[in-house]
């Protein structure tokens, strides 16, 4: 399946008082793969930006003045996008934006954006999975291990690209194997290089183990015993500890 890790960055919010789309980002992913292939544009709202959004994503309104409008991108965004799974974090956000911005061409054919694309919601996925958790981008990365130290800003091409990172890596995937492809769209060019492949030193030091004291392993014990109550059943991990057992008691010698 080919997916784009989509986001936006706008003039402000909510959409219904005018406002617009500043900034698209996306990456492609086939094959759980990010191929390298990218989308991004700043774009002229043709209104001004509010202060607070400013502050989010520093943004102004003089750095967009000459940028293209959206009409002057909306074939080839609709291009890079059509067909494929978009994995979008509060998707609600950018889809509403992005199917504002069709309406406002006339190309009532493409204001419905999940006619044309079926759309994940990595919010909703995060909840789902850590529920009464704090399910920010920032947050996930925290909680994932994915590197955002880059990030003092919002912007929408480095935010899809961390959260093709933290979508990835949340759902099992490998990313630092990934090959950059042949193909890249953006405004100002460039290629996303693939990632080196970390090798240790052969000449390394030998690992240091370090064991359990008896006191952590008896209070170790005593932890899986607490959960053992509480949870009213034989954990897993001793169910098949006993079957194991079991199993290589019935084995002829």
């Not at 995060?126 to 920032?138: C, I, K, M, T, V």
Request: aromatic share 6%.
């Amino acid at each position: 399946m080919r997916s784009v890790v989509l986001d936006t960055e706008t003039t402000g919010m909510p959409v219904t008082d005018g406002h617009r789309i500043i900034e698209i980002g996306c990456v492609e992913v086939i094959g759980r793969r990010l191929t390298g292939r990218h989308y991004h544009v700043y774009l002229q709202p043709d209104r001004e930006v509010d202060e607070g959004a400013i502050a989010v994503h520093g943004i102004t309104n003089e750095f967009l003045i000459g940028k293209q409008r959206f009409n002057d991108i909306a074939d080839e965004f609709f291009e890079f996008i059509k067909g494929a799974q978009l994995i979008i974090h509060n998707a609600a956000f950018d889809v509403g934006f992005i199917n504002n911005e069709f309406a406002l061409l006339g190309q009532q054919d493409r204001a419905e954006l999940s006619d044309h694309c079926s759309i994940l919601d990595t919010l909703r996925m995060a909840r789902e999975r850590h529920p009464g958790q704090r399910n920010s981008l920032d947050a996930l990365c925290k909680r994932y291990g994915v590197d955002n130290s880059g990030r003092d800003l919002h912007g929408a091409l480095l935010d899809a690209e961390i959260l093709a990172d933290v979508y990835l890596t949340m759902t099992g995937g490998q990313t630092n194997l990934s090959l950059a492809g042949d193909g890249a769209d953006s405004e100002n060019g460039g290629r996303r290089q693939p990632t080196p492949i970390r090798r240790l030193p052969t000449d390394r030091p030998s690992t240091l183990v370090i064991r359990a004291s008896s006191n952590e392993v008896a209070a170790h014990a005593a932890r899986m015993q607490a959960i053992e109550k509480a949870a009213g059943a034989t954990p897993l991990w001793v169910q098949l500890e006993q079957a194991v057992e079991v199993e290589a008691e019935a084995s002829p010698a």
